[in-house]
Structures are given as C-alpha cells and as structure tokens.
C-alpha cells in the first residue's frame, strides 16, 4: 500500500455492478467481503478493492477522512 492507492479510493468510482458510481471507499462491508470471498477483479480495481476490503474489515476507514475533505 502507498499513499498513492489511498488517494485513488476516495477518487475512483465502481466501474459497474450495482454499486456503479459510488467511490470506492463508500462500497458497503458486504459487497467487499463477498469479493473477497469470490475474488476480486484482476488489475488496479481488484487490487484497490481489497485495500478497501482491508481498510473496512480492520475499522480503519477514518484514514481516508482527512483525504476526502481534500479530494
């Protein structure tokens, strides 16, 4: 994880699905766990999608309060 991937999910929205349009950091609980139960997508979303994933399972969601507010 680099500063970088943290900027991204306050920034990049889901691509599709039935989350498409929301940022990343905003995905509910479930629908991260469901892709870490199924797997998650190849490339740069996968990858941000478990960072997420990490992030929500462990309570550490408040990082990316102070990057919103400059988002």
Avoid: C, S
């Amino acid at each position: 994880m680099q500063a970088p991937d943290l900027e991204r999910l306050v920034t990049l929205t889901m691509p599709y699905g039935k989350y498409k349009g929301r940022l990343i950091a905003d995905l509910p609980g479930h629908y991260l766990n469901w892709f870490a139960r199924e797997g998650f997508p190849q490339g740069e979303l996968g990858r941000l999608l478990a960072l997420m994933h990490e992030l929500d399972h462990n309570g550490l969601k408040g990082l990316l309060d102070p990057l919103r507010k400059r988002a």
